[in-house]
């Protein structure tokens, strides 16, 4: 819909009315719920079947529309003194056309799941789906068996799927798979073959490979969102993994009998030639400190592939290194520890070497696991000596910024801008507390994740606060929401989340094993403050508002007073 008349708001020209949800006078949809969006001049009062909308300072509205299936018909009017606007909408919702079988005599597709080239062993299942037509004998690769699935399962006729056991015997190379579709009342035959290609690694030797790189992920499977797939953990470089399987862009990893992973192919060198299998005895341990940071050091062989989690009440570190089998007959402790109160280990198979290592106070203030050599090193920072605002260091992240921008309101604000100024004004508010401040960025410049992470651990910072905005598809969702990666760094975040909570912000919730970049370092306690929903009305104002701006520096630095006082108290 074009603008119809226009006003003086906050300063600049603004439409009487402007609807962009619905986007024409008369639209089709296929799904719901939609929305009434748009700016009108908060002057007068907008009203939609006779029902009022608020309209915020700003001039953004929203509403859910109400849809029923076919034409849905829609009077506006924005009513500013004696005069009205009106306007008529038409939205037919037609709900998506059900899957319709497969016409003819043929194959409409066929698919290995889940997905893209593979690289599978024996003892591997091949998996496949065949869509085509109903009621038909169905095979694949060597004859195997296709069965047609129940239509309430699938939604529609003609759903067939399959699996295969690879054997030893297999001896597919970079090849597609065959189908074949018979009809047996006329004889006749249709066949298609697979656009992805499969490999069977049947050489005989393992297959190795080295991270290429520090920081390498390793993922649990083969799931993703918009953050990436659920991670392990990471890995040093140079670590040897075996490789099993290959889907995509992702290699599989075999860490014990009971455990494997996946990483990255571009995280990984093949080791050309035959390699054995990942494997080290374990020697003699040194716990030292050098006062700034406590060390276990654990030597090894070769440099293998481990995870790490940490453990409450008591507060542990726990780490098991793959392929390490325990030849460890002393473990020397020297005095002066500051983080450590004990370590210890257990084999709890013959292929994963458990470490343990006791934390002397409840709260975790960070860690690092990598190589010295081929020495294990697990790295442990202390708690601060004082736990008090005056003294501290505290990255504060800018979320965004140049090239990109971010999630954007109604108003045309994009968020990068909003991140900037809330952060700044974070900052002066540490530094009045008498805290140092590392940031990101200062202006509005592109800072890739790869660069913050590095700079907050070469700064070696006390914690990380990262300021964004939300954003939904839902203009009606909004709130503050904090966000934490490791369970031992919750309580920053709730924290945060309690003061925030008392500007009168709707509570979206506190977020655990959230997969983003700046929560994912165990380094040191972090927190990601999604501030409010660029996407509501009601948040969009408040945060182009100054004023709360100062509001949440506020709000952040007592959340983060009040985890100290409490972690003083324990």
Not at 74 to 81: I, K, N, P, R, T
């Amino acid at each position: 819909m074009d603008s119809i008349g226009l006003s003086a708001a906050h300063g600049q020209q603004q439409p009487r009315l402007k609807v962009t949800s619905p986007m024409k006078d008369s639209s089709v949809v296929a799904d719901t719920p939609a929305y009434f969006r748009g700016i009108a001049d908060p002057s007068g009062a907008l009203f939609l079947n006779g029902v009022e909308v608020p309209v915020y300072n700003t001039g953004v509205f929203a509403a859910p529309l109400p849809l029923q299936e076919g034409a849905n018909e829609f009077q506006v009017w924005h009513v500013s003194g004696a005069d009205t606007l009106r306007k008529r909408m038409v939205v037919v919702f037609e709900k998506p056309a059900p899957l319709q079988p497969t016409a003819g005599f043929s194959i409409e597709y066929v698919r290995i799941l889940p997905g893209g080239d593979c690289w599978l062993q024996p003892g591997d299942p091949l998996q496949v789906e065949m869509k085509a037509t109903p009621g038909m004998e169905a095979t694949f690769y060597k004859g195997i068996p296709l069965f047609e699935v129940d239509t309430t399962a699938v939604g529609v006729a003609g759903i067939y799927r399959g699996e295969y056991i690879v054997n030893p015997s297999d001896s597919l190379a970079d090849s597609s798979v065959s189908f074949y579709l018979r009809d047996k009342s006329n004889q006749k035959t249709v066949t298609a073959a697979s656009t992805q290609r499969i490999t069977v690694l049947n050489q005989p030797h393992v297959l190795t490979g080295l991270t290429t790189s520090g920081h390498a992920p390793l993922y649990y499977g083969l799931g993703s969102d918009r953050l990436g797939g659920a991670k392990m953990g990471f890995l040093d470089s140079l670590v040897k993994l075996e490789i099993t399987g290959r889907t995509n862009d992702m290699y599989r990893v075999r860490l014990s009998e009971q455990a494997q992973a996946y990483i990255p192919v571009d995280n990984v060198r093949l080791q050309q030639g035959a390699y054995f299998r990942p494997y080290s005895l374990t020697g003699s341990w040194s716990v030292t400190s050098d006062s700034t940071f406590d060390f276990v050091r654990i030597g090894l062989d070769e440099r293998l592939p481990y995870t790490h989690v940490v453990q409450q009440h008591p507060t542990r570190i726990v780490v098991d290194i793959y392929g390490a089998v325990s030849n460890s007959n002393w473990i020397t402790q020297k005095e002066g520890l500051v983080a450590i109160e004990n370590v210890w280990y257990e084999q709890i198979n013959k292929e994963v070497f458990r470490v343990f290592i006791e934390l002397k106070d409840k709260q975790l203030w960070g860690y690092q696991v990598g190589y010295e050599g081929n020495r294990l090193v697990i790295r442990v920072k202390p708690q601060p000596s004082t736990l008090d605002l005056q003294g501290f260091t505290i990255a504060v992240d800018a979320g965004h910024g140049g090239s990109n921008r971010g999630a954007s309101g109604m108003t045309g604000v994009v968020e990068k801008d909003l991140n900037l100024a809330m952060a700044l004004k974070l900052k002066a508010a540490f530094e009045r507390a008498g805290s140092a401040v590392i940031m990101t960025r200062t202006r509005d410049q592109s800072v890739n994740n790869s660069y913050r992470l590095r700079r907050f651990r070469e700064s070696d910072a006390d914690l990380l606060i990262s300021i964004h905005c939300n954003s939904s598809r839902n203009p009606m969702v909004q709130g503050v929401s904090t966000y934490y990666r490791h369970h031992a760094y919750r309580p920053l975040s709730q924290y945060i989340l309690t003061e925030m909570r008392k500007l009168g912000l709707a509570d979206f919730g506190n977020v655990g094993g959230f997969n983003f970049t700046l929560n994912a370092p165990t380094e040191l306690p972090t927190a990601l403050v999604e501030v409010g929903f660029l996407s509501n009305p009601a948040d969009e104002e408040r945060l182009l508002d100054p004023q709360f701006h100062d509001e949440v520096a506020g709000s952040i630095v007592d959340g983060v007073s009040r985890f100290l006082s409490e972690v003083s108290s324990r």
